[in-house]
């Protein structure tokens, strides 16, 4: 009986612990990350909307006055990752920036996010769920691999006046291929070293070559 009591309490006493208002945009990341867990450790059928509310610190009424379903969620989670790069802010040839610069920058955030635990994380999810959400998988893949691909190039086309038949601008996937390489070592033999411990430089060199535009 006392033990009831105990467990009662505590209950009782995390009940009643006051939550913590927070606007949406500093909310959404903390249910994205409850939900990446809870996705991680049960899947995203096993996973429940319950248990991400509570690790995001909600009720499960506050969650879904952000999110309406957990497909919602993850379609955000998928979004996340595309969307945490400004590009507006990379350093320009008419500022004085070199060439140079301009790749480094774009390796440098690169690597950042994609490369980043959540993004690795969140590609062994895709990875173990593409076959329940087919349609979602592939569609962030194309949207990674080839419209962010193809904006990329056209921002970097724009100032460096890469020619039309620059590989790069007619391939543009080659853009990402380094940093995809060394997002899948990481997701299959669980390395956080890549294959090669100076893979971000290789890909400044090769982007560099491939735009002939070494100094």
């Given at each position: 009986?006392?033990?009831?009591?105990n467990?009662?309490?505590?209950?009782?006493?995390?009940?009643?612990?006051?939550?913590?208002?927070?606007?949406p945009?500093?909310?959404?990341?903390?249910?994205?990350?409850?939900?990446?867990k809870?996705?991680s450790?049960?899947?995203?059928t096993?996973?429940?909307?319950?248990?991400?509310?509570h690790?995001?610190?909600?009720?499960?009424?506050?969650?879904?006055?952000?999110?309406?379903?957990?497909?919602?969620?993850?379609?955000?989670?998928?979004?996340?990752?595309?969307?945490?790069?400004?590009?507006?802010?990379?350093?320009?040839?008419?500022?004085?920036?070199?060439?140079?610069?301009?790749?480094?920058?774009?390796?440098d955030?690169?690597?950042?996010?994609?490369?980043?635990?959540?993004?690795v994380?969140?590609?062994?999810?895709l990875?173990?769920?593409?076959?329940?959400?087919?349609?979602?998988?592939?569609?962030?893949?194309?949207?990674?691999?080839?419209l962010?691909?193809?904006?990329?190039?056209?921002i970097?086309?724009?100032?460096?006046?890469?020619?039309?038949?620059?590989?790069?601008?007619?391939?543009?996937?080659?853009?990402?291929?380094?940093?995809?390489?060394?997002?899948?070592?990481?997701?299959?033999?669980?390395?956080p070293?890549?294959?090669?411990?100076?893979?971000r430089?290789?890909?400044?060199?090769?982007?560099?070559a491939?735009?002939?535009?070494?100094?």
């Open positions: 009986m006392p033990q009831r009591l467990a009662k309490n505590k209950v009782q006493t995390r009940s009643a612990a006051p939550r913590i208002r927070l606007t945009e500093e909310r959404v990341p903390k249910i994205l990350d409850a939900a990446l809870e996705f450790q049960h899947g995203f096993g996973a429940r909307m319950e248990d991400i509310a690790g995001a610190g909600l009720s499960k009424g506050g969650l879904y006055a952000h999110f309406s379903s957990k497909e919602a969620i993850f379609k955000a989670l998928l979004d996340r990752t595309l969307h945490q790069i400004d590009w507006q802010a990379m350093p320009q040839l008419a500022t004085g920036a070199s060439t140079q610069d301009m790749v480094e920058w774009i390796v955030k690169l690597h950042e996010v994609v490369l980043s635990p959540p993004s994380a969140l590609v062994r999810l990875i173990s769920e593409r076959e329940r959400v087919p349609k979602r998988v592939n569609a962030w893949r194309e949207e990674l691999l080839r962010r691909g193809q904006e990329l190039i056209k970097i086309g724009q100032n460096l006046r890469c020619k039309a038949d620059n590989v790069l601008v007619r391939h543009s996937w080659l853009l990402l291929s380094p940093m995809v390489h060394a997002l899948l070592w990481r997701v299959v033999f669980d390395d070293s890549g294959p090669d411990p100076d893979c430089q290789a890909h400044v060199e090769l982007l560099c491939l735009l002939d535009a070494r100094e």
